[in-house]
């Protein structure tokens, strides 16, 4: 059974950072493409950064040069560093998983998030505000 299992969110200033981890179980990251989204209220979830099996990385424009997503495969974990934060960088945080066979897994190459990802964790709230 796969699961994933956000945490790190919590309140911080602008301009300050927070550390998001994505555990994962059930599953190897080997075969599945991690993908980070976000929510913000009443807006659509909007897809974040991804990184694939070959620890290739997308980035959102609207995150470039502030985010970082990196993947420990020896403890199954991915992590999404935010730096620069912005009171737009508001929302609940989710990572997805996407076998490699799947279109949504193609993000990288894409230059775009799919939402279909197959498999999410709960969310972890991340708040910018001071």
């Known amino acids: 059974q796969l699961q994933l299992v956000e945490s790190g969110g919590g309140l911080v200033q602008p301009g300050g950072s927070l550390r998001l981890s994505c555990q994962v179980s059930g599953f190897s990251l080997d075969y599945y493409t991690i993908g980070w989204f976000r929510q913000a209220p009443g807006k659509e979830r909007e897809g974040v950064s991804c990184i694939n099996t070959g620890e290739d990385t997308y980035y959102a424009d609207f995150v470039k040069g502030r985010f970082s997503v990196s993947r420990d495969i020896a403890t199954n974990a991915v992590y999404l560093q935010m730096n620069s934060l912005k009171p737009e960088d508001t929302g609940v945080y989710y990572c997805?998983?996407?076998?490699?066979?799947?279109?949504?897994?193609?993000?990288?190459?894409?230059?775009?998030?799919?939402?279909?990802?197959?498999?999410w964790g709960q969310g972890t709230q991340v708040t910018v505000s001071s």
């Open positions: 997805a998983a996407a076998h490699i066979t799947t279109a949504a897994a193609m993000c990288v190459p894409a230059g775009e998030m799919r939402p279909d990802f197959g498999s």
